[in-house]
């Protein structure tokens, strides 16, 4: 079965400052779609980025960007000039389509924290 | 603002009676999905429809049902609410054009006692 592993239960940060966040997953397939979301306090979970895996150019989105290494089978997440509004739950996670349904893999999640 | 609600978004129950999620979307797409948050799992897919009648079984479907009778409503329902089903519950869409990116509402929280 797929997994995705995140190994930093939590993460601070200082305002301004640089973040990375970890992410590996586990897969036979070579096709498949891997997407950071973000989930505020209010619950809401929120598209960060969305890497295509058979891109090989990472995926950027204004301060977010992602290192994915497709041989490896890692995804990490960059947070440049961090704003105290970036303050959440950050989950990674993986589409698959194994067995003929398909499903979305999430990780456990990263809490990542801003000091102001 | 992906156009998906939930009803209710909070709900308290006892065990042993019957529970029933809406999820609404307004854009017609034709892939939706039910999860679940538990603290230390992160996000468990329950069931998924891909159109009308159509459904199948994510990797905690058991103790769940799920019915879509039009477009814009999937519904989930516990036959018989336990302690266990205690959760958050997420419903998402698949926009069509949107190469496999799922949009989440705003979530359901459960509470069974």
């Known amino acids: 079965a797929q997994t995705v592993t995140q190994s930093q239960p939590e993460m601070s940060v200082q305002e301004a400052e640089t973040v990375t966040l970890s992410c590996t997953y586990d897969?036979?397939?070579?096709?498949?779609?891997l997407f950071w979301y973000k989930q505020p306090p209010s619950r809401q979970m929120i598209l960060v980025i969305r890497q295509e895996a058979y891109k090989q150019q990472n995926a950027t989105e204004n301060r977010f960007s992602v290192n994915f290494q497709k041989a490896a089978k890692s995804f990490s997440l960059k947070i440049s000039d961090s704003q105290l509004g970036d303050a959440a739950m950050y989950f990674c996670?993986?589409?698959?389509?194994?067995?003929?349904?398909?499903?979305?893999?999430f990780g456990k999640g990263t809490k990542l924290t801003e000091n102001p | 603002d992906a156009g998906i609600t939930q009803s209710p978004r909070h709900k308290v129950t006892e065990t042993g009676t019957p529970v029933t999620l809406r999820c609404h979307q307004t854009e017609n797409h034709r892939y939706m999905y039910w999860y679940r948050q538990d603290p230390g799992h992160g996000l468990r897919l329950i069931h998924y429809?891909?159109?009308?009648?159509?459904?199948d079984k994510g990797e905690v479907s058991d103790g769940y049902s799920v019915s879509r009778s039009k477009t814009e409503d999937f519904l989930l329902t516990l036959e018989s609410a336990t302690s266990s089903q205690t959760s958050v519950y997420f419903c998402?869409?698949?926009?069509?054009?949107?190469?496999?990116?799922?949009?989440f509402g705003p979530g359901t929280r459960l509470l069974v006692l």
């Open positions: 996670a993986y589409i698959s389509r194994q067995g003929g349904s398909e499903k979305l893999v």
């Open positions: 998402a869409i698949r926009r069509d054009a949107s190469q496999e990116t799922q949009y």
């Open positions: 429809s891909y159109g009308v009648k159509d459904t």
């Open positions: 897969t036979s397939e070579s096709d498949y779609y």
